[in-house]
């Protein structure tokens, strides 16, 4: 049974920072997954912020996070992050964990439905 779980999101001012945490059980951070971060807000559909291959470490970012957010793993912790520098408030959305076989390549990475396994979500409001 897969399940990812994250932590991390919390409250902060415009421009602070704040670290989210993935952990995922009965799954591995294989050689060939997409994990990704995807956030949503009400009335909104899912949309892709950060994701990387476990492969090459191929790192993929949405425009309006890039130079602001940082997605890394930690294979042996089976960890993967997602920090989020410069916050603005229009990045207030609950953000989730997701994984997948294969790549991310093309528009894969963004993609919410191209995911098999998803995390709860955590909560991050700027203000």
């Known amino acids: 049974h897969v399940q990812l779980v994250e932590s991390g999101g919390g409250s902060v001012q415009a421009g602070g920072s704040l670290s989210l945490s993935c952990v995922a059980s009965?799954?591995?951070?294989?050689?060939?997954?997409?994990m990704g971060w995807f956030r949503q807000t009400p009335g909104k559909g899912r949309e892709g912020v950060a994701a990387?291959?476990?492969?090459?470490?191929?790192?993929y970012y949405a425009d309006s996070v890039k130079g602001r957010f940082a997605i890394s793993r930690v294979n042996a912790n089976n960890t993967m992050s997602l920090q989020l520098n410069n916050l603005r408030p229009e990045d207030t959305a609950m953000y989730y964990c997701?994984?997948?076989?294969?790549?991310?390549?093309?528009?894969?990475?963004?993609?919410?439905?191209?995911?098999?396994?998803w995390g709860q979500g955590t909560q991050v409001t700027v203000s």
């Open positions: 009965g799954y591995t951070f294989s050689t060939t997954s997409c």
């Open positions: 990387i291959y476990t492969g090459l470490g191929s790192k």
């Open positions: 997701a994984a997948r076989r294969g790549s991310c390549s093309g528009d894969r990475w963004a993609t919410p439905r191209n995911f098999a396994h």
